[in-house]
């Protein structure tokens, strides 16, 4: 989103763009790239640089990133992994209480599935043909107070 108007700028949106290669910054031999282009409503200059690291970009200057929650919350995800391998490794009851905790989880899943099967099939057990023979008959009856 655009810092001095507001404008929201796509992901996907194409633009004429001056690029050119960041010295000094290369990630497992691939060049960093840093992108200028301009907004589409008040042609405020944007930059921001490529990030092979996470396949996605940074923001540099000019505007702001909208939806960084879902960015932070799996760099979160992969932090609170590596503490649960940390402390698995130094102390063997912890990987007995997660296996616990885990196999706990998976069979509430595994209930809760099978609980949305049996609504699904109690859903689908509707008769299609007593239904349109009933409605076939209220219009039938309709038709006859009619003409009473």
């Known amino acids: 989103r655009c810092k ?3 404008e929201y700028i796509y ?3 194409k633009f004429n763009a001056r690029k050119e290669t960041v010295q000094n910054e290369v990630y497992l031999g691939l060049p960093i790239f840093r992108f200028y282009i301009k907004c589409t409503r008040c042609l405020a200059e944007i930059t921001f640089k490529t990030d092979p690291e996470n ?3 940074t923001m540099e200057h000019g505007a702001t990133r909208n939806f960084q929650a879902e960015k932070l919350l799996e760099e979160e995800e992969k932090r609170m992994q590596k503490e649960r391998e ?3 490794l130094n102390n063997p009851m912890k990987v007995l209480e997660n296996r616990t905790k885990d196999s706990k989880l998976e069979m509430e899943v595994l209930e ?3 609980e949305l ?3 699904n099939q109690r859903q ?3 008769d299609f043909e007593a239904m349109l023979k009933q409605y076939k008959e209220y219009e039938e009856e309709q038709k006859r107070k ?3």
């Open 86 to 88: 940390e402390e698995e």
């Open 4 to 6: 001095t108007c507001g």
């Open 112 to 114: 809760n599935l099978q």
């Open 55 to 57: 396949t996605d970009y």
């Open 117 to 119: 099967k049996e609504l």
């Open 124 to 126: 689908a057990n509707v």
């Open 146 to 148: 009619e003409q009473e």
């Open 11 to 13: 992901k996907g949106k």
